[in-house]
Structure formats: C-alpha cells, structure tokens
C-alpha cells in the first residue's frame, strides 16, 4: 500500500494548488480525482470555458456593433460560428487542465484517477473506470470535493432544454428566448454570451434585485446597463413551475403582487447557486461532520471534527469562488509544515465578468449602515476617464468606501471596464490597511482605467476628486 504525508480528494483550483504548495514544503503528496481531466469545476465547466465564451463572444459584438465606428469596415455578413466558438473553447480548457497535469509531474505529486472514499481516518478506496480499486494511507487528508449547480426541488432538470450552466457552455445552437433563473453571477454572465450572440434574455430573480449579495449600487448599475442591452428582468419574482412541452420551456412565477407571469422560451437555465458536492466521499467512516446544509464543518484552522483531515473550498463555509479555495488549500499545506498562515475573508475579492465587469472587495454601504460604522463616500464615473472614452467603454463608477474618522479603506465596489483586474489595487491597499488618502497621493499612469480608483480615493479624502 502507498503511504503519503498528504492526499487530496479533488483537482479543482482549492485541491491542485494544495496539493503543489505540499510538494513545496517538502510533504509526500497524492492527489484523487474522479474525473479524466484535472482542473475540477473551475477549469472545465466554469470560470475558463465562461470567460472563452465571453471573450468570443465580446469579439463579434464589438464587429457588428462597433468596428465601424472605428473606422473598420467589414463587407459581408459577419455571421456565428457556435462550433467553432465552442471549440475554441474547448481547445482553452484542454490546454489549462493539460497545464495542470504539467505541474503534478514538475513537482513530483502522484495522481490517481477515481472515485475516492474514505475507509478511515487515515485510509482513502480509490475506485477506478475499470471498476477495480486501490487503497492508499494519508497521515493528513485534504478534502476538496467542491460543489455542483444547485436546483429547486420542483424543476426537473433535462440537460437538453431544462439546464445548468454546464449544458449551457455546450449548446448545439443559439438559443431564440433564453430564460435564466436566478440573477446572479453564473446566470448574468451566460445571459450575456447568448445576447451577444443573438439570444432574447429574460432573467427571473427571487430578491428585488441582481448580484443581490453586492453592494445595492453595483446592481443598479449592472441592471441599467443590461437593459440598455436588451435584457428582460423579473425581480422580485418567484419560480412556481417550470415545465417542457417539445422544444418549449414554459416558466410560471408569482411577482411581487402575488400575480402569475408566465415565460415561454425554447431554453432554461437554472442558475440558482451552487451546492457542496461530498457524494459517494463516505465521510462517516472518518468521523467527518457535516452541517445541515451538506458542507463540511471546520475550524479556524480548516480541520474537521477529525484533527488529521481537513476541508477547503466551495465544500466549506464561505464564498463558493475559486481564488478563495487557492488561498485555504496554500493555507492548510503552509499548517501542515508548521507555519502560521492566515487569510482574511474580508479581502477576498467578488467578481461578475459580464461588461463591463464588477468587482467588490471588503464592505458593501448596506454591511457598514447595519453595523453602525460612520463612513464617507467616494465615487467616481468610468465615463470621465480619457482611456474610458478612448476605448468607449464609458459605463460605470468606482466607489470607495472609507472610515469618516480614520480614513481607512473599508470597501471598494467597482463597474467598469477591466474592473475584474483593478480590484487587485483594492485589496493590496486594505491588506496594508490603507487609507484613501494613501491611495490618492500615489501615481497612476495616464491614460488607464486605474485612475478612476485614485479620483475616488480622491473623492472619499476630501471630496476633491481632480476630473469630475
């Protein structure tokens, strides 16, 4: 039997980059995955293929919509290409999970493919495609099983018309009247795509508004801008029905009179959220605890009720992103060697990659009124930046959030533009507990979208923003 300092249940970003960050320190590493491919959620059915389908997507809207006004002129139709844009698609995801595997060899990490299972606390089954099975010993287990799309309990996803954003990333054609529920981060964004590319887009969301978890200004700024895109909206409105006829998908909902709406499409994605994903894992046999909502209970620390195994990721409490399972998977490897990591969750950044993009770290107004904290506002427009109007990306805001007695940085929300890479400023500033004057009296080049973060440190200073 192999015998290892750590294995890792999961390839996904939380379990590989654990499972290298062990290798780092020295640590003898396994690392178990069920599927072919390694990456998880994230590289295969997630955040890459998405953002290969947005980026795509974004070219051939920019081709009809705005290359003329570039002075670029194209004659012809320009038409869709879905296989091709799918398998493009496809060809970035190989790539990315192939690059994976790359770094397994590079640091010597063993992998095995299959279904694991704990036997004990120390003890995983690995059972394979073959359908035999192999049992390896783990002094310390990391578990990183992730999660799957969420659904109600009344709509029986088909896969073909009734689906989740994995069948939506694989669509055999543009959809004519896409109906997505659920107005958040997974849904906007696939919404997007298939607008772009020709679709009617109705989104039906529960709460009275969308990216109901960010700040309330974000969403009014997204739900603006998505209008002017065509984009149907049904908020405050729940889901009752959701039923197949043929190629037909008919939605019923009650708004929030309590009146029935209904909604025919020939497709519909249920983006409600994502749940944790322990199946077949048999945490029993461990003595592993989980909650009632099926995550894996942990401590500060990440370990489970059983001192010598530990969970990270969307399998544990927190924000279900990928970048937030990369920092607990390095964390729990840097504990196993003996340091002292930490994480702040406050820090870990929110991002929708719609366009424009939005992105949020730390608190949002509505957190800092009901926690009674006095603060000040900065907020300045994307449309006022010379770089903005360059590349006509002009809709958005940065809004800083800052204490009114210490000037200490508590929250930025942004929309716009390459906001998904400006948020990285944000959350350096605060990791360094920065105030927004600190940031307003440091360069930023001329012209970027990044001075609209220090015209809004500006503005939360001494309300002196300089181009407003």
């Given at each position: ?31 178990i995955e069920k599927y072919s491919t390694l990456g998880g959620t994230c ?200 039923e197949r006829k043929g190629n037909e998908v008919i939605v019923k909902a ?215």
């Amino acid at each position: 039997m192999s015998s290892y300092d750590v294995a890792i249940i999961g390839s996904g970003p939380g379990g590989y980059v654990s499972a290298i960050r062990c290798a780092q320190l020295g640590l003898k590493t396994a690392i178990i995955e069920k599927y072919s491919t390694l990456g998880g959620t994230c590289l295969n059915v997630g955040c890459i293929p998405s953002k290969a389908l947005l980026d795509s997507s974004h070219h051939y809207e920019d081709a009809i919509k705005h290359f003329a006004e570039h002075g670029i002129d194209i004659p012809g139709e320009i038409k869709v290409n879905l296989e091709q844009m799918i398998a493009r698609k496809a060809a970035v995801v190989k790539q990315t999970c192939d690059g994976v595997k790359f770094l397994m060899d590079k640091n010597k990490i063993e992998v095995f493919e299959g279904l694991g299972s704990f036997k004990d606390a120390t003890h995983i089954n690995i059972k394979k495609n073959d359908g035999s099975t192999e049992t390896i010993e783990a002094k310390n287990i990391i578990i990183a099983t992730g999660s799957k799309p969420s659904s109600l309990p009344f709509i029986k996803i088909d896969k073909e018309r009734i689906i989740t954003s994995t069948e939506a990333l694989t669509l055999k054609e543009i959809p004519k009247h896409l109906i997505i529920i659920g107005g958040g981060v997974i849904g906007l964004e696939l919404g997007q795509v298939y607008k772009r590319l020709g679709a009617d887009v109705t989104v039906v969301e529960y709460m009275d508004r969308i990216i109901p978890t960010m700040d309330a200004s974000l969403s009014k700024e997204l739900t603006k801008v998505l209008k002017k895109q065509k984009v149907k909206f049904n908020l405050s409105s729940k889901v009752k029905s959701v039923e197949r006829k043929g190629n037909e998908v008919i939605v019923k909902a009650d708004d929030k009179k309590g009146k029935e709406i209904e909604l025919k499409g020939d497709y519909c994605l249920v983006a409600v959220g994502r749940k944790p994903y322990t199946d077949g894992l048999n945490v029993e046999a461990a003595g592993v605890k989980l909650d009632s909502r099926g995550k894996v209970e942990v401590n500060d620390h990440l370990q489970t009720s059983t001192s010598n195994i530990y969970a990270i990721g969307d399998v544990v409490r927190g924000a279900m992103l990928a970048h937030k399972a990369e920092e607990e998977g390095t964390m729990v490897a840097e504990q196993l060697a003996g340091q002292k990591p930490h994480i702040d969750y406050n820090l870990i950044p929110g991002v929708v990659y719609t366009w424009p993009e939005v992105a949020s770290v730390g608190k949002t107004e509505e957190e800092l009124k009901e926690a009674g904290i006095e603060y000040k506002v900065g907020q300045f427009p994307m449309r006022a930046l010379g770089r903005s109007r360059a590349s006509m990306d002009l809709d958005g805001f940065v809004k800083m959030l800052a204490d009114k007695k210490t000037d200490e940085v508590l929250g930025v929300h942004m929309i716009g533009a390459r906001s998904a890479d400006l948020i990285a400023e944000a959350v350096t500033a605060m990791e360094f507990r920065a105030s927004a004057e600190d940031i307003s009296r440091m360069s930023h080049a001329h012209p970027t979208f990044a001075e609209a973060v220090k015209e809004a440190a500006l503005a939360a200073t001494e309300d002196r923003a300089l181009h407003i």
